[in-house]
């Protein structure tokens, strides 16, 4: 896997760019994303499937910049939506509304609407009364929608609590014991194609085997299926690999993956369909911020930076990890410190007790592996205005969201 971001004659770079030039330039916080390495991470799913008949649904809401899915669209990408803001996003951007997946526990009549006069591929439904409700508008559109029920398998992701979805007690999906009868009952419906199941049990996975025993249950669902005569043809396997936040977890290669997948369902005759969005953006983006402060109190080193828990919450909501590099590497000395934002709370931390480089005030420090669920997930919150977004392309790059100002903040108030 190409690693975009590495030091050279100790300044860090990505495609060649020094960073420190994006951060001077374009001040901080200020998100970065390699291209190459998205189209790279992007390519290792759609290779892996050889001749196998797939698509892969690039899961807009881990990054959904119009730049980044604009140039998704160009390599062949489809996408995987959950909101009618995504499916504008897509649109606007070029993608091909055939190439469209919705998913989403409570997708709203305004946005079924939207999505069927948009002639998406498929929904994925997660309740008999969704499946009514786009058979309702569907008919009223004189069309047949498309639709896969989303299998809950009762499969535990062993992942955060938070991104975990695939046991009876989350909210999604619909338990795999009833699917077959909600099939029965809504081949009634004249205005559905029932032509697929789909399931996703959890995001950051970095084991194969509860994707794998999810994928068995879901097979066996499929033959009972067909053998009452529904017309699986599709097979919606959801997102994709969880990725290396430390050097400790290392998920399997995407190809490693995907293999397993290819041969538990070879001569099937199922259109394979995969929806990641960490796996492809994330360790392709990082986040910039400049070291405002240095503190100590009785028992701790504090570093303030300029970035905060509106631009990254992962930290706060997940107790995620996020490795905290400078952009110049001065000497191996380092610190332990708590690494935190502005804003005011005590959560708003990036890192606690964390060993870092010994850096001081007006230096540049990446939050690394920051491309997924970053800038999608920033709020205006102590109104901070939110941060730009760049995208290096070769030797170059541009700025592909300003940062917002202060007038920003109060429009539509
Ligand atoms: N498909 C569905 C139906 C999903 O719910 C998700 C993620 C994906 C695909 C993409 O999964 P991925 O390939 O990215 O693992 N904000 C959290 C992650 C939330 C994931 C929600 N669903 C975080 O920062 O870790």
Redesign the pocket.
Known sequence: MLEPYFYRDNELTVEGVTLADIAKKEGTPCYVYSSAAILERYQAYDRAFGIAPHQVYY?V??NSNLSLLRMMAEAGAGF?IVSGGELFRVLKAGGDPAKVVF?GVGKSREEVEYAIASGIHSFNCESEAELALINSIAARHDVSARAALRVNPNVDARTHPY?S?GLHDHKFGINIDHVKEIYDRAAGLGHLKLEGVSC?IG??LLDTKPLLEALDGVLALVEKLRAAGHPIQELDM???LGVAYTDEQQPPSTETYIQLVCKKTAGLGLKLMV?????IVASAGVLLTRVMYRKTTANKEFVIVDAAMNDLI?PAL?Q?HHEIVPLRHRDAVTITADVVGPVCESGDFFARDRELANVFSGDYVALMTAG??GFV?ASNYNSRPRAAEVMVDGAGWKVIRKRETFEDLVRGE
Request: no cysteine; charged share 20%; aromatic share 8%.
């Open positions: 899961a809401k881990a995987d998913s991104i979805t996703h995001s950051q959801g997102g994709g929806e990641p969005g960490r796996s992962r997940y995620a997924a669920y997930q």
